[in-house]
Nanobody
Framework: QVQLVESGGGLVQAGGSLRLSCAAS????????MGWFRQAPGKERESVAA????????YYANSVKGRFTLSIDNAKNTVYLQMNGLKPEDTAVYYC?????????????????????WGQGTQVTVSS
């Protein structure tokens, strides 16, 4: 089993920044990918960004490219999502996820169904 704990959400004005963190514990060596997803009220959960634990490939949703940066610190078993230029439409609960995989490429990394472990979520609210 893998446990995931997110932190760093909050309320920010449009144009502002937040950094989300996801600390993983347990059998992290059994996973090959980690990702961030978000879900707004009344909408389906969607992919934001995902990374192979090797760092060899990073996927970004088109809606966040150029504004969000995903990074991983394997020594700390922590994934970070730096979010700049936030917009009201970024408002959602953000979830961290880990996949046993193996996953390869964007066509697998973006799909929530490919992930086995999920955090409890952290709320991000962007005011206009």
């Amino acid at each position: 089993q893998v446990q995931l704990v997110e932190s760093g959400g909050g309320l920010v004005q449009a144009g502002g920044s937040l950094r989300l963190s996801c600390a993983a514990s347990g059998r992290t060596d059994s996973t090959n990918a980690m990702g961030w997803f978000r879900q707004a009220p009344g909408k389906e959960r969607e992919s934001v960004a995902a990374i192979l634990r090797s760092g060899a490939y990073i996927y970004y949703a088109n809606s966040v490219k150029g504004r969000f940066t995903l990074s991983i610190d394997n020594a700390k078993n922590t994934v970070y999502l730096q979010m700049n230029g936030l917009k009201p439409e970024d408002t959602a609960v953000y979830y961290c996820a880990a996949a046993r995989g193996p996953l390869y490429g964007s066509h697998q990394l973006y799909a929530p169904g490919n992930y086995d472990f999920w955090g409890q979520g952290t709320q991000v609210t962007v005011s206009s």
